[in-house]
């Protein structure tokens, strides 16, 4: 069982950047794969970006690509999202989730935070 905390939104201008942390119980943190992703409203959730349970691999989505940087810390059982040039459209609520699968879909993750509001002004 792992559970998944969500911090660090908020509200930004365009072009502000933001870090969210995604902070996890459990002893098996570093065996799962991570993932964000975001919803904003009356839109599906979608994928954001994906790490692997080593950190080694790394993914996004093309609308991110370049702009948000994700990492973890297994020492300290927390993933990172770095988002820096953000656009109004970023604006969402972004979940954290973590499965030992991971990929793009909600598929591989079977563990999903509460999310934390992203708004970003123009």
């Known amino acids: 069982q792992v559970h998944l905390v969500e911090s660090g939104g908020g509200l930004v201008q365009a072009g502000g950047s933001l870090r969210l942390s995604c902070a996890a119980s459990?002893?098996?943190?570093?065996?799962?794969?991570m993932g964000w992703f975001r919803q904003a409203p009356g839109k599906e959730r979608e994928f954001v970006t994906g790490?692997?349970?080593?950190?080694?691999?790394?993914y996004y989505a093309d609308s991110v690509k370049g702009r948000f940087t994700i990492s973890r810390d297994n020492a300290k059982n927390t993933v990172y999202l770095q988002m820096n040039s953000l656009k109004p459209e970023d604006t969402a609520v972004y979940y954290c989730?973590?499965?030992?699968?991971?990929?793009?879909?909600?598929?591989?993750?079977?563990?999903w935070g509460q999310g934390t509001q992203v708004t970003v002004s123009s």
């Open positions: 459990g002893r098996t943190f570093s065996s799962y794969a």
């Open positions: 989730a973590a499965g030992s699968t991971g990929g793009r879909t909600y598929n591989g993750y079977k563990y």
């Open positions: 790490i692997s349970w080593s950190g080694i691999s790394t």
